[in-house]
């Protein structure tokens, strides 16, 4: 079993930065693939990207493709989301989240992912 911990998430102007990491514990973390997801309110959870286990793959839903980017640190079991020229649209709870097995090396779906945190907001005010 994994813990996740998400934090950095805070009230910012359009146009803004942010970056917002997600620390884990619990089990070998760099075995495993990531993701963060995010939920506006009333809307479904959806994909936002996403890093395998080495990092050397990394994928965008076309929303943040070219705005965001998905990093990790291996060696300090943390993963983190920068988000740039932020829009009032990417407003959400953001959750990062563990392949569900090493054997899923490129998650994007929520059921590839087993364990998730338990969030954190971002409001970007117009």
């Known amino acids: 079993q994994v813990q996740l911990v998400e934090s950095g998430g805070r009230l910012i102007q359009a146009g803004g930065s942010l970056r917002l990491s997600c620390a884990a514990s619990?089990?070998?973390?760099?075995?495993?693939?990531m993701g963060w997801f995010r939920q506006a309110p009333g809307k479904e959870r959806e994909f936002v990207a996403g890093?395998?286990?080495?990092?050397?793959?990394?994928y965008y839903a076309d929303a943040v493709k070219g705005r965001f980017t998905i990093s990790r640190d291996n060696a300090k079991n943390t993963v983190y989301l920068q988000m740039n020229s932020l829009k009032p649209e990417d407003t959400a709870v953001y959750y990062c989240?563990?392949?569900?097995?090493?054997?899923?090396?490129?998650?994007?779906?929520?059921?590839?992912?087993?364990?998730w945190g338990q969030g954190t907001q971002v409001t970007v005010s117009s």
């Open positions: 989240a563990v392949a569900k097995s090493r054997m899923v090396m490129t998650p994007r779906v929520m059921a590839d992912f087993g364990s």
């Open positions: 619990g089990r070998t973390f760099s075995n495993y693939a």
């Open positions: 890093i395998s286990w080495s990092g050397g793959s990394t």
